[in-house]
């Protein structure tokens, strides 16, 4: 891995005078970008990005991640960093925090990779990512259980207790569901009840008391990231009910949604398989979250009152011109993403720069004078700001799947209650009565599932001749139960 030209802390407080117009990222044409040539000469990837990714924008060590992990997939780099950041932001958690408007805001990242299954290499993705933290898991498979239980930083499954027993040994953990959709309906399932909420709640970094069913744990300052996948349909189904939709937790992720590829599909176009000798570059980034994760005790970052202001600028450009366009769904989408998102990948970059000279505070035990000398660049202040326009961008592919899937909220209903019955077939007052349909809603969705061709009607005479002849319905298209 190449690592960056280290400088000092005050070399990196000088302006770098680049700006970009706020309201055309609001309604620019992605498709137009030419980030998309770059993207593909990049990464080879063969489909089409939904929000085109501008590499030279990302801060340097992000552009190495990219060039090295497209080396052995074809991912689109949007993708790539996507599910990286998270991981990163792990290594970091409560141990640098930037202070905000009386609160502490810890390293940590949600994020959630929508795509179609396979094609858009979602998994190869987060492996890519996990190799970053190699040289700790060969560790871990050293160590006794409950060491390893303290230091283990990726978690795959578990309840809400243990969640919480585990946050409480090491508060800065990564949740990572390689099928985002296993934990969403796990939250559901009565033994994990609340699961959704309390991680909600560890969302905001508060240190506070979880009581579980034999004891109470104390989670000191979590700094919990989480990486997910998902097909777009497990995300619709998953907050298909409206008051899920506004409950804020969608928003507190950032998303890069994949579009379809083009060309079809080449068995030999991803190289994730690959083993592990043949990423040893990845491997290198660990060398650096070993500094990040050797952070004596929890720190303080802070803007500087120049970077505060290009902050605050930004912030408010962005959320006034969404106001003007009366959008309120894409605005707490952003109003997440710059109140809250925006400073982690500012904690990130600014590590990353200056991870040697840490290196050596740690070594020399002088953290305390470091960090008190270190602010955070203009230059990293506006990178990390790209990265919040790339994922509001990104928020509107999301929005969308979520509203599309709404509009046929019902159909998917009646499509699969007919795929559970014999023959696939039932009559028309047995789904109403099944599905407690009124019988408007009945009849504008057997009228749109008909036009479509996923359902054909059936009339039967009556068994004695006498009264309404009654109408069947046969599922004949089930393409709709996948999405």
């Not at 998270?86 to 970091?92: E, H, K």
């Not at 700790?136 to 795959?156: A, P, T, V, W, Y």
């Not at 998102?341 to 970059?349: E, G, Q």
Request: charged share 30%; aromatic share 8%.
């Amino acid at each position: 891995m190449k690592t960056e030209k280290m400088m000092s802390t005050e070399e990196y407080s000088q302006d770098l005078e680049t700006t970009h117009p706020i309201e055309e990222m609001i309604t620019k044409n992605s498709t137009d970008n030419p980030s998309n040539k770059q993207n593909k000469q990049i990464s080879g990837y063969k489909g089409q990005d939904k929000v085109p990714l501008d590499i030279l924008r990302l801060p340097e060590f992000l552009q190495e991640y990219v060039r090295i992990a497209g080396e052995h997939t074809d991912a689109i780099p949007g993708a790539l960093i996507t599910a990286f950041l998270p991981v990163a932001a792990a290594n970091i958690g409560n141990r640098v925090r930037v202070p905000r408007n009386g609160k502490k805001q810890s390293c940590m990242i949600w994020a959630v990779l929508v795509g179609p299954s396979t094609l858009s290499r979602k998994t190869t993705c987060q492996r890519m990512a996990s190799h970053t933290c190699h040289k700790l898991n060969e560790r871990l498979k050293q160590m006794s259980g409950q060491d390893r239980s303290k230091k283990r930083l990726i978690i795959n499954e578990t309840t809400k207790a243990k969640l919480i027993s585990l946050l409480a040994e090491n508060p800065n953990r990564l949740l990572e569901y390689r099928e985002f959709a296993c934990f969403l309906k796990g939250a559901d399932q009565r033994y994990n009840a609340g699961m959704k909420e309390t991680i909600t709640a560890l969302y905001d970094g508060d240190s506070n008391n979880y009581d579980t069913m034999d004891r109470t744990e104390y989670v000191d300052n979590p700094a919990l990231s989480i990486s997910g996948a998902s097909t777009s349909g497990w995300v619709y189904r998953a907050f298909e009910n409206p008051a899920e939709q506004q409950s804020g937790f969608l928003q507190r992720f950032i998303y890069c949604v994949i579009g379809d590829r083009e060309g079809g599909f080449d068995t030999n176009s991803d190289k994730g398989g690959h083993q592990e000798d043949e990423i040893h570059e990845l491997h290198e980034y660990d060398t650096i979250f070993e500094v990040f994760r050797s952070i004596p005790k929890s720190y303080d970052l802070f803007l500087g009152d120049d970077v505060q202001a290009i902050y605050e600028e930004e912030h408010n450009k962005i959320l006034n011109a969404i106001l003007k366009k009366e959008d309120e769904i894409l605005l707490a989408y952003a109003t997440r993403i710059y109140n809250n998102v925006a400073l982690s990948p500012v904690i990130l970059i600014t590590l990353f720069k200056v991870h040697k000279a840490l290196e050596n505070a740690i070594c020399l035990d002088q953290c305390d004078e470091f960090f008190a000398g270190l602010r955070v660049s203009e230059e990293s202040m506006r990178e990390a700001l790209y990265l919040c326009e790339y994922y509001l961008q990104n928020a509107k592919p999301m929005i969308t799947i979520i509203e599309e899937g709404g509009a046929w909220h019902n159909e998917r209903r009646v499509a699969e209650h007919l795929a559970k019955k014999a023959k696939f077939k039932d009559s028309h007052s047995n789904i109403m009565n099944a599905l407690h349909l009124k019988a408007k809603d009945m009849r504008d969705c057997i009228q749109n599932l008909e036009e479509r061709e996923i359902i054909t009607v059936i009339t039967e005479a009556p068994p004695n001749g006498r009264g309404k002849p009654a109408r069947i319905y046969e599922l004949i298209d089930r393409q709709m139960l996948k999405l």
